[in-house]
């Protein structure tokens, strides 16, 4: 592709999975950026984007709108809000919508785009920020033939895994939300593993280490266990906020719900990611979720329940 033919892309939102999507798509792509942070714009703009002043100036010229924002009350204004993407954009070009909000909202959200003549393609992603820096995302896909055409360029640049779902809106939702059912499990079940390993006097780290290698291991409890272990001392980088769960397995069980499926373990992960909301903990890593099952300083000088040596038990 030409440099002449290369689609002006546009990324409304630069956030923890946004920004580094937007340097990744700004590194091969004419690039325009918006979010309500001046300093996340300027960090994008040095690598060679435009900065826009709005969410309708960032739109204006773009051939392709990727949306990268945290929920549906988000979704609705950057698109429709005053100011908003969808009024600003030409027919014919294409919203690629990488949030997850559900298949519904989603289905919702291309129905009012194609009042404007605006296409749309259903693309959440999963795989963290230093993947999606690297172009090493898994991609789900739910859309018509023609929007994915018109999409290509940014899902290629951004995907190492592109799974077209289905050709309807909210396909690439439905799958995302299992990714997010099995997601949000392990993370719970690491953070019972951890708590567990963690008040019987065990060194978490040891525990991490030595069971992430084999059956017992997964990817969550690789990757969230050191971060939990984290959690008790300055805090682990988040990466995941822990009320981004809080909003994906509410998704998931609504979904279950409408379907009739019971899923009793996720909704008993989504309560723990409650109580670690109710606890303060929303804008801290998901990781953080463990302090709930075993809190910091709880039980100071080792086992709990363990009389200390030398001493009665109470």
Same mark, same amino acid.
């Given at each position: 592709?030409? /440099?002449?033919?290369? %689609? !002006?892309?546009? @990324? ?5 999975? *946004?920004?580094?999507?937007a +340097?990744r798509l #700004? ?11 001046p ?29 990268a ?17 969808? /009024?600003?954009?030409? %027919? !014919?070009?294409? @919203? ?5 909000? *559900?298949?519904?909202?989603? +289905?919702?959200? #291309?129905?009012?785009?194609d ?67 099995l ?5 719970a ?10 008040e ?24 969230r ?17 822990l ?20 899923l ?26 463990v302090?709930?099952l ?21």
């Amino acid at each position: 592709m030409s /440099p002449d033919t290369l %689609p !002006g892309t546009a @990324v409304i939102g630069l956030g923890a999975m *946004g920004l580094p999507m937007a +340097r990744r798509l #700004a590194s091969q792509l004419p690039v325009t950026v918006y979010d309500i942070d001046p300093n996340r714009r300027a960090q994008v703009a040095s690598d060679g984007a435009t900065d826009a002043g709005s969410v309708a100036e960032a739109a204006r010229n773009a051939d392709i709108v990727l949306l990268a924002v945290r929920d549906q009350a988000q979704l609705d204004s950057a698109l429709f809000g005053e100011g908003g993407a969808a /009024p600003a954009m030409r %027919p !014919g070009a294409v @919203v690629v919508l990488t949030s997850t909000v *559900g298949p519904d909202v989603a +289905r919702a959200t #291309a129905e009012r785009l194609d009042e404007y003549g605006v296409l749309t393609v259903d693309a959440p992603v999963s795989g963290g920020p230093a993947r999606a820096g690297n172009g090493d995302l898994l991609v789900l896909v739910g859309g018509s033939d023609e929007a994915l055409a018109s999409a290509r360029p940014v899902l290629d640049l951004l995907a190492s895994t592109l799974t077209v779902v289905g050709p309807r809106v909210g396909d690439g939702q439905a799958l995302k939300a299992i990714n997010q059912l099995l997601a949000g499990v392990h993370i719970a079940a690491a953070a019972e593993a951890v708590a567990l390993a963690r008040e019987l006097g065990l060194d978490p780290g040891t525990v991490i280490e030595s069971l992430r290698h084999g059956a017992a291991g997964s990817f969550m409890f690789g990757d969230r266990g050191p971060r939990m272990v984290q959690a008790y001392g300055e805090g682990a980088e988040v990466r995941s906020r822990l009320d981004i769960f809080v909003k994906d397995m509410g998704i998931v069980t609504d979904i279950a719900r409408t379907a009739h499926v019971p899923l009793p373990l996720t909704s008993a992960a989504q309560q723990l990611y409650l109580l670690g909301e109710r606890a303060g903990l929303g804008a801290q890593d998901d990781s953080s979720v463990v302090t709930v099952l075993s809190p910091d300083g709880a039980f100071p000088g080792g086992h709990p329940g363990r009389a200390s040596e030398g001493h009665d038990a109470k």
